[in-house]
């Protein structure tokens, strides 16, 4: 599903401090979660401009094995309308969006003015370790 005009507008926003680390397991050692990328609201309208909040965007574990922690980089974003590329992937400002120390990232995403209600809409990040991350389902509103 082509759409045209399709924008894409990426900030960096303040970052909030999370832990990188989830609870200890049941052996006592720490698990670290996955990186998660979700929208700041379920539902919005073609065209909006919407807040993407990523936590545990961090390479590495903070289990104390010894391994290095650095945040992820953020180089790319491409929009999914319903599986499908929504509008060619955008520029980044200065190449890419760095998480904080902590794994936090929120920046701003302008949502294709074409996209039918009903359409489901998910993020692909690209990061500088690692595979793709996809974000939750954004649901166009009518």
């Not at 979660?33 to 309208?45: F, H, K, N, Q, Y």
């Not at 039918?116 to 166009?140: K, N, Q, W």
Request: glycine share 12%; proline share 6%; net charge negative.
């Amino acid at each position: 599903m082509a759409h045209r005009g399709a924008l894409l507008a990426l900030t960096a926003a303040t970052a909030l401090t999370v832990a990188g680390c989830a609870a200890e397991d049941a052996d006592g050692s720490a698990a670290c979660a996955a990186p998660e990328l979700r929208w700041s609201v379920d539902a919005a309208s073609a065209g909006d401009l919407v807040t993407l909040h990523g936590e545990n965007l961090l390479s590495g574990c903070d289990d104390g094995q010894g391994e290095t922690v650095e945040p992820l980089s953020v180089t790319g974003v491409a929009l999914l309308a319903d599986g499908e590329l929504a509008a060619p992937p955008p520029a980044i400002d200065g190449g890419t969006l760095t998480a904080s120390e902590a794994g936090d990232l929120d920046f701003q995403v302008a949502l294709p003015p074409d996209l039918p209600a009903g359409t489901e809409v998910r993020a692909e990040v690209t990061v500088t370790s690692g595979p793709a991350l996809t974000s939750d389902a954004l649901a166009i509103d009518g």
